[in-house]
T-cell receptor, first 109, second 113 residues
Framework: QKEVEQDPGPLSVPEGAIVSLNCTYS??????FMWYRQYSRKGPELLMY????GNKEDGRFTAQVDKSSKYISLFIRDSQPSDSATYLC?????????FGGGTRLMVKP | SAVISQKPSRDICQRGTSLTIQCQVD?????MFWYRQQPGQSLTLIAT?????????ESGFVIDKFPISRPNLTFSTLTVSNMSPEDSSIYLC??????????FGPGTRLTVT
C-alpha cells in the first residue's frame, strides 16, 4: 500500500464547476500538507500549504485537512480552462516530502 | 522565489550510456533535491545535495547509479549511469528553504532505447 493515494483521473469538468480533488494517507506522522499544480512539461508549483486540520482558503482555492480520517482535499471554485493541469498532493513527516501520484484535471470551456 | 533551469530539457539515449543533467538556480541555496517522476507515477526523491558534503541518497537509489555533484550554492548535476529503459523518466531538480518555499525546475525528459 502506498503511503499517499490519489485518484489519477482524468477528471473532466465544464468551466465554472466546483472541483474536488482528494488524497488519503496512511502515515500518522505526516504533519504538513501541500498541493502542487503541474502544467504539461513544467515542474510542480506550490499552490497551498496547511498544517492543522480544518480549512484554508486562497482565492478560488480551498485546502481541507481531516487528520482523524487521514484525508485531504483541494476545492477549486469557478474552475477555468487555465486550471487544467495535474494536481499533486504532498505531505511532510520531518525529513522529506511524499507525493501522491497526481490527478489530471481538464476544465472544458 | 527561485528560478531554476535544467539542461537538457529532453534527451533520447541508448542503453548502457550515461547522461549528466545540469541544474542552475538564480540564487544561492543550501539544499538541492533531485526527484524522479516516472510516467503516471508520483515524484520520488532520489537524493539531497548539500554544498560541500556528500549527497544523501534515499532507499532504492545508489551513488554508483546516480552520482551527484554540488560544486557551489547555485549549481548541481545528476548523472544517470549505465542507463536501461527502466530509467526512462522525468528528472526534476528542486530547491527549498522551507516547506512553503519549495521550487522545482522544468524537468529533464529522458528516454532510453
Amino acid at each position: 500500500q502506498k503511503e499517499v493515494e490519489q485518484d489519477p483521473g482524468p477528471l473532466s469538468v465544464p468551466e465554472g464547476a466546483i472541483v474536488s480533488l482528494n488524497c488519503t494517507y496512511s502515515n500518522s506522522a505526516f504533519q504538513y500538507f501541500m498541493w502542487y499544480r503541474q502544467y504539461s512539461r513544467k515542474g510542480p508549483e506550490l499552490l497551498m500549504y496547511t498544517y492543522s486540520s480544518g480549512n484554508k482558503e486562497d482565492g478560488r482555492f480551498t485546502a481541507q485537512v481531516d487528520k482523524s480520517s487521514k484525508y485531504i482535499s483541494l476545492f477549486i471554485r469557478d474552475s477555468q480552462p487555465s486550471d487544467s493541469a495535474t494536481y499533486l498532493c504532498a505531505m511532510w513527516a520531518g525529513n522529506m516530502l511524499t507525493f501522491g501520484g497526481g490527478t489530471r484535471l481538464m476544465v472544458k470551456p | 522565489s527561485a528560478v531554476i533551469s535544467q539542461k537538457p530539457s529532453r534527451d533520447i539515449c541508448q542503453r548502457g550510456t550515461s547522461l549528466t543533467i545540469q541544474c542552475q538556480v538564480d540564487s544561492q541555496v543550501t539544499m538541492m533535491f533531485w526527484y524522479r517522476q516516472q510516467p503516471g507515477q508520483s515524484l520520488t526523491l532520489i537524493a539531497t545535495a548539500n554544498q560541500g558534503s556528500e549527497a544523501t541518497y534515499e532507499s532504492g537509489f545508489v551513488i554508483d547509479k546516480f552520482p551527484i555533484s554540488r560544486p557551489n550554492l547555485t549549481f548541481s548535476t545528476l548523472t544517470v549511469s549505465n542507463m536501461s529503459p527502466e530509467d526512462s523518466s522525468i528528472y526534476l531538480c528542486s530547491v527549498g528553504t522551507g516547506l512553503n518555499e519549495q521550487y522545482f525546475g522544468p524537468g529533464t525528459r529522458l528516454t532510453v532505447t
